[in-house]
């Protein structure tokens, strides 16, 4: 099997895995992350969504042979590490807000937010309902209007 080197949270990691298998299963799988969720496998719930290089991406669409060592992946458990903080603002902003329900698809739902928010913010502007209208990350609970709450006061404090 080919060896894959990428960083992870901070830390660089190598797994001995095939090219093809999703990064989703080489987190939970191999690493033991359990934050992104398994909700489709096809990139439509985004229960998984996390970060690579900065940018939200669904780890269940993308191989792992898709990655290279300089890449950055970070999930739910490694997002207070990039604020050097216990928990993200997006995070304090979700518990403030007491978005979610059962929980499954929060972690998804909270990465999603954070990097629509740091788009706006690299564009130089705040986020619009527009920007709120284009999260696709789905909510079997249907908490959708605490979720836009929760994206807005979360931005004020990132």
């Avoid at 985004?46 to 669904?58: D, E, P, Q, W, Y």
């Avoid at 929060?106 to 990465?111: F, N």
């Avoid at 937010?113 to 986020?127: K, N, P, T």
Wanted: aromatic share 6%; charged share 25%.
């Amino acid at each position: 099997m080919p060896e894959h080197t990428f960083r992870l949270n901070g830390e660089q990691v190598t797994v001995d895995v095939a090219d093809d298998v999703r990064v989703l299963w080489v987190l939970r799988d191999l690493l033991g992350v359990t934050g992104p969720k398994y909700g489709c496998g096809i990139n439509v719930c985004k229960a998984c969504t996390s970060h690579i290089n900065g940018k939200a991406f669904n780890p269940c669409s993308v191989p792992v042979g898709d990655l290279s060592a300089e890449d950055e992946v970070t999930t739910i458990e490694g997002l207070p590490a990039t604020v050097d903080s216990e928990l993200h603002p997006m995070q304090e902003a979700w518990l403030e807000q007491d978005v979610a329900q059962c929980g499954y698809c929060q972690p998804g739902q909270i990465m999603a937010a954070v990097a629509l928010v740091r788009r706006a913010s690299e564009e130089g502007r705040q986020i619009t309902e527009a920007d709120l209208d284009s999260l696709r990350n789905i909510c079997r609970c249907g908490t959708y209007f605490r979720i836009r709450e929760a994206i807005k006061s979360g931005a004020a404090t990132m």
